[in-house]
């Protein structure tokens, strides 16, 4: 019989948060917490959530920037910028005409999805991009990310060479991954967007990246208010 309540959505990682507590966000689930540790402390030095299953998409074409501001989004006034909305959402400017917008965790990224689900085609050039089924996400934190980053990427990502609202489309470990210098206030954190069939590749080198650093896999209770 199915199971009604069952997830829509699982990330390619699922059989890596084995044991893991789960929580429902959107059409999926993310991990809440691993252990009992201080998931907070790993947070702050160097820790890795996965957030495939939080809603992500974009759009592009000559009507995408003013279909984005009527639909009240702020958006980054270059390619390779990135904002983040009151919400906690982010609008990442990719080129002249493409945005990719990522979801938030305080909405569990309904706005966001809100967006894919209420896009039609027009007569205007506003293009829709889904990308949940296309990339997968993970946010790497703490105060040692550029140099976990420095082992299997070229581009300098140091605060002051990359600072809060820069973005990255590069190669790292390899593969084509985009990253946004862009999260919660104080606290420095890479959103790390890859293709979703190498996510589960790219998630061991991250870790084997962050071991000098104690990094280790992050749920996203650590990121809640205290």
């Not at 305080?106 to 966001?112: M, T």
Request: with cysteine; proline share 6%; aromatic share 8%.
């Amino acid at each position: 019989m199915q199971n009604l309540n069952a997830p829509q959505e699982r990330s390619p990682l699922y059989p890596r948060h084995h044991g893991a507590r789960l929580a429902p966000v959107g059409r999926g689930e993310l991990v809440a917490g691993y252990t009992e540790a201080d998931e907070r402390g790993l947070l702050s030095r160097c820790g890795l959530i996965d957030l495939t299953c939080l809603a992500r998409v974009g759009f592009r074409g000559a009507a995408a920037a003013e279909h984005l501001k009527i639909r009240g989004f702020l958006l980054p006034d270059a390619p390779n910028r990135a904002l983040t909305q009151a919400d906690g959402s982010h609008v990442a400017r990719l080129s002249q005409t493409e945005y990719l917008l990522l979801g938030s965790l305080a909405d569990g990224g309904e706005r966001i999805a809100g967006e894919e689900r209420g896009w039609q085609f027009g007569a205007s050039a506003n293009y829709l991009l889904p990308r949940q089924d296309s990339h997968a996400w993970l946010m790497l934190t703490g105060e040692w990310i550029s140099q976990v980053m420095a082992k299997l990427c070229a581009v300098d990502l140091r605060p002051e060479a990359f600072p809060r609202g820069s973005v990255a489309q590069t190669s790292a470990a390899r593969i084509n991954v985009i990253i946004v210098n862009a999260g919660p206030a104080e606290l420095p954190c890479f959103q790390l967007l890859c293709d979703r069939a190498s996510v589960d590749y790219f998630w061991d080198v991250l870790l084997d990246a962050m071991g000098e650093f104690g990094g280790q896999p992050v749920g996203i209770d650590a990121l809640a208010p205290r």
